[in-house]
């Protein structure tokens, strides 16, 4: 077995194995996320799920502790995510937290940001993670943490410290964390690498109570983990050779940045120019770094774009390729379960074109997504959480892998998992079932590749693999009509909601019927790139065609359409 490292002077970062090339383009990914604790524990005979024969009744104190997933449970179910058309892996942090706190199952609170959890395994089992995933033609993202470290020291008397503006500095150093008794920091005590073992290190400002004043947001911990005092040079070095070394030694694709916003602007733009030069250099021309910035779209420009038309401020460091898309987030659900006027989401597309200055090409910057581990705006529920409609979680799925952005699905919408409660344990269910299984059971699996849903989204991934359009087209919401001569965009959310992928002279149609009750209406499309007379195709059944139609001045396609159904429509004949 290999010495343990405990110092960032030790590593080396000479690729182990010629690199993995980054893809060309990341719209061209389909990212799959999951939670390492809850996917797969690598266990055989684990009856599958029926909901007449599962055992029911969980404790929701098994919901807060591990429950058992490894890595080697993921390595044995890459065919199950493939198979859904997912072609990226974004995993959950798996370095090694406080080994004696069962509740940091979740992995954001590192001790060693050298060595794998040994809960999730081994760097080995890492290594053959990213192997394996890239025989099969996948890409690996590791969730990263720079702005905290794990609970791995305590304020004086080990008592609960909060933030204070007024505070004159720093509160005191209380004391290192130790798991034995034994004299010096052994392997399960304090914080490493061993750079991070100075207490001058931290903020030491106390925990976070108002997550809405950006000083104390920056600033204060982010609850019991404890704040880096990241903009000090050495720390900001410490951190970037400690990730570097992970892409040196498992082959990794991306990073997914936790908490940004919390963590000063320069400093991320240093840590991901830092990181990116890197892999440029070992032949990953194309590293994927995204963020986890909770704000609005304004805010994310600042991290983002490089396409973008900012004038008149100097408080830009766009140093993250793309963000999580928490503005679509913030109102995505509402419009697919016809709860709200679609014209918010239109609004938001159209001021693309004033923000970009290549609109087509502002879907490179959004990591797009429905259902998350953490839950902002609507607390602690999934998409499907209390909601009879599963054709909606397909709808749901179907608009990301259609519109601009990288389509990013949190493992267990595929199965329909509906959890939600008081507290974010509710949202993070087993796949594999163990002590915390979706449906308030216990003991059996979710991988069925015969779900309704999973069946859906795959169907409408693999169209989208095929057309370049639904990757990288320009973005147009369509007037509708049910009479076809009065057209206007929806103001009901019972409603076709309709939009073009156009790239260069081709067009694809989307219509999502977001009402339970059939409809038949007329939905606009370009007059210049479909004659009246054409044939127009649904890539998901291609036995189904509509008609280019003129319309008064304009051409239009009508389109039957079940509850709750999506089509995706192309000219006859067209490559």
């Known amino acids: 077995m290999a010495e343990r490292i405990t110092s960032i002077k030790e590593l080396d ?274 590293f994927f770094l995204f963020g986890e910035v909770v704000a609005d779209d304004p805010t994310l420009e600042r991290y983002i774009g490089r396409n973008s038309r900012i004038e008149g401020t100097n408080e830009r460091f766009p140093s993250l390729d793309a963000c999580l898309d928490f503005p679509l987030y913030f109102m995505l659900e509402e419009v697919i379960k016809g709860l709200a006027n679609p014209s918010g989401l239109r609004e938001r597309y159209e001021r693309f074109r004033t923000m970009y200055a290549d609109h087509g090409a502002a879907g490179q910057y959004f990591v797009t997504f429905v259902d998350n581990h953490d839950q902002m705006a609507r607390p602690y529920r999934r998409f499907m959480h209390g909601n009879p409609h599963p054709k909606q979680a ?45 449906f308030d059971s216990t003991g059996r699996h979710f991988f069925n590749k015969n779900h309704p849903i999973y069946q859906g989204i795959a169907g409408i991934a693999s169209v989208r693999q095929r057309e370049p359009a639904l990757r990288y087209g320009r973005q147009y919401f369509r007037e509708i009509s049910g009479n076809g001569v009065d057209f206007g965009y929806p103001i009901d959310g019972k409603c076709v909601l309709a939009y073009s992928r156009i790239l260069d002279d081709c067009e694809i149609l989307i219509a999502l019927n977001l009402d339970a009750s059939p409809r038949n209406d007329f939905i606009t499309i370009d007059i210049n790139l479909n004659p009246a007379g054409q044939k127009m195709v649904n890539l998901l059944a291609p036995e189904k065609q509509v008609t280019v139609e003129q319309r008064g001045q304009r051409h239009a396609v009508k389109v039957p359409l079940d509850g709750h159904e999506l089509v995706i429509l192309k000219r006859s004949g067209s490559f």
Not at 240 to 262: C, E, L, N, P, Q
Not at 397 to 418: H, I, N, R
Request: charged share 25%; aromatic share 14%; net charge negative.
């Open 394 to 438: 397909v709808l749901a799925l179907g608009y990301l892998l259609t519109s601009q952005g990288v389509p990013c699905m949190y493992y267990g919408t595929e199965q329909g998992f509906d959890g939600g409660g008081d507290n974010d344990r509710y949202i993070r269910e087993c796949m594999f079932g163990g002590q915390w299984g979706a």
């Open 13 to 286: 970062f000479t690729p182990q194995e010629k690199a993995f090339p980054s893809p060309g383009d990341w719209r061209d990914l389909f990212i799959y996320f999951l939670l390492a604790d809850r996917f797969d524990d690598n266990k055989e005979n684990i009856p599958a799920y029926d909901p007449a024969s599962a055992p029911r009744g969980r404790d929701p104190e098994q919901g807060g502790v591990f429950q058992g997933g490894n890595i080697k449970g993921i390595i044995r179910r890459l065919d199950y995510i493939r198979g859904l058309g997912a072609n990226a892996i974004w995993l959950s942090p798996v370095l090694k937290n406080r080994q004696e706190r069962m509740d940091s199952y979740h992995g954001y609170g590192i001790q060693d940001f050298l060595e794998v959890d040994p809960r999730f395994g081994t760097k080995q089992d890492l290594q053959e993670l990213v192997r394996q995933a890239h025989k099969k033609g996948m890409y690996v993202i590791l969730d990263i943490i720079i702005n905290h470290t794990g609970d791995n020291w305590a304020y004086p008397g080990d008592y609960p410290y909060y933030y204070w503006r007024e505070a004159p500095g720093p509160f005191d150093f209380g004391f290192w964390r130790e798991a034995d008794s034994t004299p010096g920091f052994q392997k399960g005590d304090a914080v490493w690498p061993q750079e991070l073992q100075h207490q001058g290190y931290y903020k030491r400002r106390g925990q976070i109570r108002d997550w809405n004043d950006p000083d104390e947001a920056v600033h204060g911990d982010f609850v019991s983990l404890k704040e880096l005092d990241i903009a000090q040079p050495e720390v900001l070095d410490t951190l970037i050779k400690a990730y570097k070394y992970w892409i040196a030694v498992a082959d990794i694709d991306g990073f997914r940045v936790d908490t940004v916003k919390h963590i000063e602007n320069s400093a991320t733009a240093i840590f991901c120019n830092a990181v990116r030069e890197y892999a440029k250099r070992i032949g990953k021309q194309n």
